[in-house]
């Protein structure tokens, strides 16, 4: 974050100097004097009023979906832990565009033939569906 604010400050910096205007330190200042943060844990999230809107429409997006379902734990297995991720969109003069949560799945504590057996992800060859469009064609179906 930083890194970005000095980058900016150069930007404006030379665009002011390369328009051999005056600088006016006014817009630099109000937008130095209050910098958005990005939380690190959901704590800090839930007590800014937009990072727990955030938080709650991602939730709801997620519910309304059916990502999981709640299921008793079997035995001697582990259950995957969570964790919040925060990011600020912003424009490209630098105002907020929006605040982004993510609930993100630590799938790499899991072990493989232990905790799951195989995986699936329903993916289309493209060869598969021009055969399935000829046979549509050539059928007339």
Same mark, same amino acid.
């Given at each position: 974050?930083?890194?970005?604010i000095?980058?900016?400050?150069?930007?404006?910096?030379?665009?002011?100097? /390369? $328009?051999?205007?005056?600088?006016?330190?006014?817009?630099?200042? @109000?937008?130095?004097?209050? =910098?958005?943060?990005? =939380?690190? !844990?959901?704590?800090?999230?839930?007590?800014?009023? !937009?990072?727990?809107? #955030?938080?709650?429409?991602?939730?709801? #997006?997620? @519910?309304y !979906?059916?990502?999981?379902?709640?299921?008793? %734990?079997? =035995?001697?297995?582990?259950?995957?832990?969570? /964790?919040?991720?925060? /990011?600020l969109?912003? !424009? =490209?003069? &630098? $105002?907020?565009?929006?605040?982004k #949560?993510?609930? %993100?799945? /630590? &799938?790499?504590? @899991? %072990?493989?033939?232990?905790?799951?057996? &195989?995986?699936?992800?329903?993916?289309?060859?493209?060869?598969?569906?021009?055969?399935?469009? $000829?046979?549509? %064609? #050539? +059928? +007339?179906?």
């Amino acid at each position: 974050m930083v890194r970005f604010i000095a980058t900016r400050l150069c930007w404006f910096l030379n665009d002011s100097l /390369k $328009s051999q205007d005056m600088i006016s330190l006014g817009p630099l200042v @109000q937008w130095l004097s209050f =910098p958005i943060v990005e =939380p690190v !844990n959901v704590y800090d999230a839930l007590k800014s009023f !937009n990072w727990k809107t #955030a938080v709650h429409v991602e939730f709801d #997006a997620l @519910q309304y !979906n059916g990502t999981w379902i709640v299921v008793k %734990v079997p =035995p001697r297995r582990l259950v995957v832990r969570c /964790k919040w991720l925060f /990011k600020l969109k912003t !424009n =490209p003069d &630098g $105002s907020v565009h929006r605040y982004k #949560a993510l609930l %993100v799945a /630590k &799938g790499f504590s @899991q %072990v493989p033939g232990h905790d799951f057996i &195989g995986t699936f992800s329903p993916m289309v060859k493209f060869a598969t569906l021009h055969v399935v469009l $000829s046979l549509d %064609v #050539a +059928q +007339q179906w």
